[in-house]
Each structure stands twice: as C-alpha cells, then as structure tokens.
C-alpha cells in the first residue's frame, strides 16, 4: 500500500472549500471543517449543502481509493470519508458517520441531482478503513475494521464522467464543526 499522505504538496492534491489540514508525523494529516458544513442534495428539494473541506486527487478511469481515518464523533453526523466528485449535482459519498440513533455508522450517500443516504452497519471505535472502486460506471462501497478484509456495503451505477475528482472529506452538517485524522490515502 502507498499512502499518499506522506506529501502532500509533492503528490499534488487539490483542495475545495478551504480544507483546514495539518500535516502530522508519519504521513498523517489532522483534518479539520467548521459548522455547519456538508455536501447533500436534500430528496424534497429542501436544502442543498456542498460546502464540506474536500482534499482530492483528479482521476481518470477506473480506480479503487483506501482510506483509514479516526474521529471522535462528537455531535449527530460528524463524519470523515470518501468522496467521489463531479458537480453538486452528481456525486457520492462513503462516510463513517455519528447517526441520529447515537450509534456510528458506515453511511452511503449517492447523488444524482437529488441525495439518496443511507446507514449502514453500526460499528464501534474511532477508527475504520473504508473503500471507494469504480469500474466503468459501477461503484462500490467498501469498509474494513482492520484494512485487509473489506465487506460490502453498496454497488451502485452512477452516469458521471470519466474525469472526476477522489478524496476525503470532514463534514458537521449541523454541528459546531469536528477533526479527524486521516492516517492513510491511496488511490490507485
């Protein structure tokens, strides 16, 4: 495995809304985001929110992305994850997520103009591998509690382009804001 975390300037990430990122020792980054901050297309049309810290990588083709963060989940919907990129309109997520039930949670989010979200299985501990692949425009949502045995947590078909942007994103949707720390980014 090749964690890309070890310089970032060097590896040459790109950056959306303003990410607040430390580099720490051996090739880890503490990520932090504000209040407020997320990126979801309600289903009723209600509320459109694109404004998460983004840290990512421009991709082309098929790839498969591995990341392992900790988090402290401190307020309902603080998460870190995955996020695969087109517009606000044509996205998705894979997050570790505080839910409202007051469990953490491997939660999927797919937009297609409208955001369908999901939770997944109920995990414990702060930290938690997840996986993003995509095979032509077939995607599939991965997580592993110890980075080698990954299960299944969708497979979905997503019409986007090509030419995306992949990376990880903190979000606090209606918190004060929240840090993680991300330990590891490959992306091949």
Not at 28 to 52: E, Y
Not at 140 to 145: K, L, N
């Amino acid at each position: 495995m090749n964690n890309l975390l070890t310089d970032l300037n060097a590896c040459g990430f790109g950056r959306m809304n303003n990410p607040d990122v430390t580099e720490l020792e051996g090739g880890a980054i503490r990520f932090s985001c504000g209040p407020r901050v997320d990126m979801f297309q309600d289903t009723q049309g209600n509320l459109s929110n694109d404004t998460a810290p983004f840290l990512y990588k421009e991709t082309e083709g098929d790839f498969a992305c591995t990341v392992f963060g900790e988090h402290g989940f401190t307020e309902m919907y603080d998460a870190y994850g995955i996020l695969v990129w087109h517009d606000k309109s044509l996205f998705a997520k894979l997050c570790y997520e505080g839910t409202d039930f007051g469990t953490r949670s491997v939660v999927n989010v797919v937009t297609n103009v409208l955001s369908d979200d999901s939770n997944g299985v109920i995990m414990e501990g702060d930290g938690l591998w997840l996986r993003v692949s995509r095979v032509g425009n077939v995607f599939v949502h991965e997580y592993s509690e110890n980075g080698m045995d990954f299960f299944l947590t969708r497979r979905y078909y997503l019409d986007i382009p090509k030419k995306i942007k992949v990376g990880v994103l903190v979000q606090s949707p209606i918190g004060k804001g929240t840090t993680a720390e991300i330990r590891f980014f490959e992306l091949k």
